[in-house]
């Protein structure tokens, strides 16, 4: 395997493998570690380029580091990404050499869950490395983070809904979901079981129709409309950038609240959202709950299922400060996460 180390600004570690004896072609990035090692998923993406999955791995590292300040998980921000189509890459030798890459960073970057891997992937993965979380239970790790990111969503579409209409009630709200995959399904077992209803779509029909069979209440949508439904909350599930100056002026919705990251393509997409009086839940502070339920692995005594649900429950007060914190700066409630995000990494740098 080669190992390439990239220099890059205001990253701690950025590390680039390629083997051609299983075809890995992968990215590590550590952003910052000032807070913990850096815990982030491993994501497999059929990259055009290969400087899309850096970009992407850089990206995800940064908000990773955010998300975790934030969620106070005690952990710093990383992520990786393999290059690829999961129909091809999700084997077992590939897998085992994702899994020597990760070792070679002995525990400074600590991988999990993301688009396209699955826990069976990560199992594999965890017999070259032990710096692997969200295995299964009887693993002792703690399982599929999905329902507790989808668990944190739907809170803080609670905590979005009082904000904007003085009442967290879910119930004759009317919530648009773009994608429908393993966070989206449990935010709308909640939102439903609460009273909302939802329209949603996703392009991957196998999906559609499971959810379809699951929930019969939900109304499906060509993918291509979603932004344009009239609705309380606009819940973005799928990928990021959607929220884009192609989009942005098609929402009809007071409310942005969902779990997929990086949603704004740009930050100034944020300062639009404002202007237009659209309320915005900033990602990473919203989408926690996977992250903050992994980190209750390092607590003392391991896992534990009631400590993570108590821990997910502060991504309300975590909102609710943020909002607070635009309206005192006249700012948007994205640049206002960053700036506490980044202060509170700051800060324990200096001390
Ligand atoms: P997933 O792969 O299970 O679901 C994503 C769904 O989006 C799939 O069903 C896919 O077909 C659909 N999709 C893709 N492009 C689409 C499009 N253009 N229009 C409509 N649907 C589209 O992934 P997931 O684990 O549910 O994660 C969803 C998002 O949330 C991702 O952005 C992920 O990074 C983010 N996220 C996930 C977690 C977690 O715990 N899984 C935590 C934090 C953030």
Redesign the pocket.
Known sequence: MKIRKLDIENYETVVHATDDATGLNAFIGVHDTTLGPALGGMRIWPYEREEDALTDVLRLSKGMSYKSAIAQTGLGGGKSVIVGSPDVVRNPETLRAMGRFIETLEGKYITA????TRVVDLEIVREETKWVTGLPLEKGGSGN??PY?GFGVFLGIRTCLEEAFGSDDPKGKHVAM???????QAVIEQLLKAGATVTA????EK?INAVKEKYPEVTFVD?DTIYDIPCDVFSP????AIINDQTIDRLRCPIIAG???NQLAEVRHGDILREKGILYAPDFVI?AG?IVNVSVEFQEGGYNEEVALKKIGNIQNALKSTFAMAKEDGTSTNRAAIAVAKKIIADAKRS
């Open positions: 869950e993301d688009v396209n983070p999905s990111t773009q994608g429908v995959g393993n966070v989206a779509c996703d392009i991957n999906r993918p599930h799928a990928l990021g779990a997929a990251n989408n996977g």
